[in-house]
């Protein structure tokens, strides 16, 4: 689910698992993984992944109860009187990383820019063609995403953040508006359609007609950005105490009977998300 040190197990077969429970853990850059559903360990195997390669695998007998772990349960603190440590925990306790697709440690990158990044980015475009699975969670939760570009803002003490839209999503650009309460702080951009517009390097010379020289990261410039999910997902944690243990997919192409975005849990065979 992230790059970076892989994560031991922390369940054994046969334990009984909840939704959202920790099943694997590691020290360094990581973060946690959890079960998206309740059920029994059968096994901890090698099996090939979506990528190719051979890694562990916790193979989970789904009860189908969906019974939630009673360690999920909000922040306990508002958000003002956080620290930054504190966020960062929530966010790694939570297995949140990079859901644009790197896949980096999401409070490890938060860490990386502290002190050095001035304004924060969520990018809000589509990573690749076909997909719009960003732009249904901007029109169905889009105060998930402001909230955790927020939360995200407070760890870094950074107090500009932009929301940046393709202008293809003019629906969800209108939403966004309407929705965003603090425009001092947090503004919505429209960008011109085209890809790869998701690319943070283009994303950032797109807003500020900044280059950020070669060998260097956007923290080096002033800019951070995170993916809008990246930033629902950050909301979700400290308003719920949920965990990743889903993620939006956009099932679409000539082949797709039905095209739709779906909420799936992690863990779900390709094969049934196409067929559903």
Excluded: W
């Excluded at 076909?130 to 939760?141: K, M, P, S, W």
């Excluded at 939360?151 to 965003?180: D, F, H, P």
């Amino acid at each position: 689910q992230h790059i970076g040190a892989p994560c031991i197990p922390t369940v054994h077969p046969g334990d009984t698992v909840f939704r959202g429970q920790k099943i694997g853990d590691a020290e360094g850059l990581t973060c946690a993984i959890h079960s998206s559903v309740s059920g029994r360990v059968r096994d901890i195997q090698p099996i090939i992944d979506a990528m190719g390669r051979k890694t562990n695998h916790i193979v989970i007998e789904n009860d189908f109860k969906n019974t939630l772990d009673p360690s999920i349960i909000p922040f306990s603190k508002p958000l003002a009187e956080a620290t930054p440590e504190e966020i960062m925990q929530v966010i790694k306790n939570a297995g949140i990383s990079g859901m644009g697709g790197a896949a980096f440690p999401t409070h490890a990158k938060i860490a990386s820019a502290m002190g050095k990044a001035k304004k924060l980015i969520v990018n809000c475009a589509e990573c690749e063609p076909y997909i719009t699975a960003n732009h249904r969670l901007l029109l169905e939760t889009p105060q998930f995403v402001i909230g955790g570009t927020l939360i995200i803002m407070k760890a870094l003490s950074i107090e500009e953040g932009v929301l940046a839209v393709e202008a293809n999503k003019a629906n969800a650009i209108a939403l966004l508006k309407e929705t965003v309460k603090d425009k001092d702080m947090l503004c919505v951009k429209t960008l011109k359609t085209k890809y790869p517009q998701g690319d943070e390097r283009q994303l950032i010379y797109a807003i500020d007609k900044i280059e950020i020289p070669q060998g260097k990261l956007p923290a080096d410039v002033g800019r951070v950005v995170f993916n809008a999910e990246t930033c629902s997902k950050t909301y979700r944690a400290f308003t719920t105490g949920l965990p990743v243990i889903d993620r939006i997919v956009t099932v679409d192409g000539d082949c797709v009977v039905k095209p739709q975005n779906l909420r799936v849990a992690i863990g779900t065979p390709f094969s049934d998300v196409i067929n559903y």
